[in-house]
């Protein structure tokens, strides 16, 4: 099998002045991931909260520009994290959207899914609820099972299982990020779709605004896929794979750098 090569991705902090000639006289909107880009990815997804460094430069953006959160995690608890009013919010890789000025979009898009969430739930819960190291959980818009603590020799299982119980439910698809599984609503929806709506949503046009997404999972690749013609997308870590992101940045220290470095930019700080 002939082996691809990853293409060599260029650093926003090195190439920052680049990255701000291609911005021109645009004004900056900067969405991010939260595990594994606002934070480092921890072995419990509970243990997973904002540096206090992070959420003072975050304090900061929003009021400088659009800054939203795409992520993963339920709406309700990516909200707790964070804890800023005036920042768009986005749970459930964006089937759940909070924005910036409070008011909410997709609660009776998906309700339908709801039942057929909540027998798989049940169904996963026998399947592999007492493998050790397995978490299942139930959010407003999937059902997500994580395994990064699991025993390597019972991880092919876990999969295995998994796969069974989606293949019961034609009414929703799997997703699979870092160790972790989801059963979410099939439909054509994502942190790409999501990013496009918040964008129509809050006005931002690409005449007006250039558009910034950090990630660091594959569910941030239709984020990286949207902001090609109106920003750029940056790869959050080392990739282990293809990206559509143009830029790098090696972790989530060096993602609040950046943010940093855009705040402190003269070009920003005139047009604020």
């Keep these: 099998m002939q082996c691809t090569e990853l293409k060599a991705l260029k650093s926003a902090l090195k190439c920052f002045g680049e990255v701000v000639r291609e911005m021109g006289q645009r004004n900056p909107a900067v969405f991010l991931d939260y595990d594994g880009s606002l934070t480092p990815i921890v072995d419990d997804p509970d243990s997973a909260f904002l540096h206090p460094a992070t959420k003072a430069v975050l304090m900061k953006a929003k009021e400088a520009f659009p ?65 050790g190291g397995v978490k299942i959980e139930r959010k407003r818009f999937a059902v997500t099972v994580h395994y990064r603590q699991a025993r390597a020799g019972d991880k092919e299982r876990i999969l295995k299982e998994f796969d069974s119980v989606a293949s019961k439910h034609e009414s929703l698809r799997k997703s699979y990020g870092k160790t972790v599984a989801e059963l979410l609503p099939k439909a054509e929806w994502n942190k790409g779709t999501a990013l496009l709506e918040i964008l129509t949503e809050e006005g931002l046009s690409e005449q007006t605004h250039f558009v910034f997404f950090a990630g660091d999972d594959v569910t941030d690749e239709d984020a990286f896929k949207v902001v090609k013609r109106r920003g750029i997308g940056i790869f959050v870590g080392e990739p282990e794979r293809q990206t559509e992101a143009e830029y790098q940045l090696s972790s989530p220290d060096e993602l609040r750098s950046f943010i940093e470095r855009l705040l402190a930019n003269e070009c920003v700080k005139n047009r604020q």
């Design 67 to 131: 800054l939203g959160i795409i992520s993963g995690r339920d709406l309700d608890d990516l909200a707790r994290r964070v804890g800023l009013e005036g920042v768009t919010l986005a749970g459930s890789h964006g089937f759940d959207i909070m924005l910036k000025d409070g008011r909410r979009l997709g609660e009776g898009r998906w309700s339908g899914f709801g039942m057929e969430l909540d027998l798989a739930l049940k169904e996963l819960a026998e399947a592999v609820g007492r493998i």
